[in-house]
């Protein structure tokens, strides 16, 4: 069901997609022109061009620091989460298959559930007591590793059907490796590829979470996403070459994640 | 046999460290937001939830989240089911592109996206200004209803069109051709065969609109600063607000808006059941 077609149907399906392509850009295309304008207002195109605003974006300390604590609180979560999921993985597929269907239902909780539901228990059980992390980063890493499971759980399923991985274990211990050494040494750098897009992806969208770091922990560590939402009332045009920025970064890490993927067929 | 056995009770301790960390920051604050909206200064019973259903406040909140939910899961679907057919049917490089930025537009979402609106479509937004000085409209309040509903609408268009792309590979060319040739028309394809098998594709994809828009709370809170009454803003404004915090009723309205996501899910498998393509 992929054929091009030709005709008057053929120019239809093309006027469609270039419409969804057009709604898809212009919110993009209007902040990226407010971005290098030097003023706009009332008036439908800028007075005139600019690029003062990225100047004083990325001189200012305050965002080059959120920029950075973003960086390590997604980073951070990406590391707890291999070591905590990759284990997982391999035990339940490898040992308890069964235990999948119960994952795969596990794994809908960060769906079902959304992260201002879960604020709410949050910031109550770890407000205060012997576990008070409510304005640290810790409790940022720890949550997103729940928002990063559904996706890298299923991403990491996928690859190990794909290697087979029973199979491969049993070769590599026919061979004489014990069990660590064939899950580090032939299993590991089979899934090298599949994980590291599964990571980009997933950095991709932990850096634009929001309600967690708002709610959670708020200024008292500022991530990206709290510093853009702090710079409201600051020029429009400033914001504009900040979400521009946010933009360029998440396009950068989605078009890596997309060329590795096109290596690996 | 020995050693298999205890291969197993070394794998069961590799699950540890992910219970402990996926109990603490998944289900030990569903466990208290479910336990803690049952208990009020009232103590403990169905109070919260009482409250919650009487209070107009909260009724608005609930009815705006389900409004806006619905039409923007709506209009966004419609949108995405015809982009996503149509970009099956154009040559591969244009395919392949507007897929590619499909998929990056669904991470353009949240304070971001209100900024971009805001720039756009705001009081004094270029295309404000543009469909205004064109007489299309009177004057536009994105900070309303209807601007949320849009705002909405845009974030829900790429996450469809990812979910419903694959859809049609259900849809096989030949049996097209093979209603063609039994004398159906495009009408007659769509209406037995084309839209009953993409049922369950379709429904799919609108359940998880449905929840993606009723959870949302970054795009709302940046675009009103926290003054629109949808649930999310509600609940926390109860527990981060300055001023009247409440987190028992946070949580009696987190179970409700929980509630309202699962009965979308039920409504969702019972309507799978009746559908017709259940034996795949």
Redesign the interface.
Known sequence: MSRAERGPVGLYHRVVVYILFLILLAPLLGTFVYSIATSWSATILPAGLTYKWYVALWSDPRFLMAFAQSLLVCVGALILSVVLILPLLFVVHYHFPKLDALMNILILLPFAVPPVVSSVGLLQLYGSGPLAMVGTPWILIGCYFTVALPFMYRAITNNLQAINLVDLMDAAQLLGANTFQAAFLVVLPNLRKGLMIALLLSFSFLFGEFVFANLLVGTRYETLQVYLNNMRNSSGHFNSALVISYFLFVLLLTWAANRLNKDKD | MNSQSR??WL??L??V??AV??I??????????AI?SLHSDAGWGLDNFIKAFNSRFYRQAMQYSLEISFWSSLIGIV?AI??S????????R??DF?S??????S???????A??????LGF????T??LK?AGIIDDFNLYSKTGLIILYT?FQ??LG?LLLYPA??A???DWRESASLLGASGWDFWRHIGIPVLTPALLGTFVILL?NA?????TV??LT?GNFNVL?IR??AM??GDISLD?NM??AL?MI??GM??LV?IVHQWLLKRSYHVSR
């Open positions: 291969g197993k794998g069961l590799c699950l460290p992910f960390f996926f603490a920051f998944q289900i030990a604050p569903l466990a208290w937001v803690n949108i015809l982009g057919y149509s970009l099956r049917k154009v040559p591969g244009l395919r507007v590619a930025f499909a998929n990056m537009t991470n353009f979402s949240g304070v971001p996206l900024f971009a609106f805001i720039i756009l004094n937004g270029a295309l200004l543009i000085q845009y268009i790429p069109v049609f590979d849809l096989r060319e929840a009723l959870g949302a709370y970054a809170y940046a600063t999310p609940i926390a527990v981060a987190p946070a949580s987190a808006l929980v996501m699962t899910t």
